[in-house]
């Protein structure tokens, strides 16, 4: 399912930092910048261990991203609803693993492989962007 413009997935994949927004099970928000990349279908989100974004995607796997930035005209971006699914292993960890590396000097520089650190799959439902022409 395709819910991205063309100008929409160019934004997305000009960029590199977004919020990543999860909640607990409670219903209890927790929002932090993270890294990513987009392949023009999925978000892939490398984490550690013991962060409360995973402890909260375990619980409760829907998700929120924002990516924005301002220009001369105010304020532009994208806001992304969807749902994460947790990668560990296999070939689409490995997959994900070598778009951030790829991408990020800071991952070469600190590698990891498989079950060393999990990678975050958000499959986009909704979205809402603004200003992105």
């Not at 930092?17 to 892939?44: E, M, Q």
């Not at 994460?84 to 490995?94: S, T």
Request: net charge positive; hydrophobic share 40%; proline share 4%.
């Amino acid at each position: 399912m395709e819910i991205f413009t063309e100008k929409e997935i160019a934004y997305i994949k000009k960029g590199s930092l977004c919020r990543i927004a999860t909640a607990s099970k409670d219903a209890n928000p927790h929002v932090t910048p993270v890294l990513y990349v987009f392949d023009g279908n999925y978000f892939y989100i490398a984490i550690d261990y013991g962060e409360k974004k995973l402890k909260n995607l375990k619980e409760n796997n829907k998700v929120a991203l924002v990516i924005d930035d301002r220009t001369k005209k105010g304020a532009r971006g994208i806001m992304v609803q969807g749902i994460a699914e947790i990668l560990e292993r296999g070939d689409e960890y490995k997959y994900a693993l070598k778009l951030l590396f790829d991408r990020f000097e800071v991952y070469r520089k600190n590698p990891w492989g498989e079950g060393e650190a999990p990678i975050i799959k958000v499959i986009p439902k909704k979205k809402a962007s603004w200003r992105i022409n």
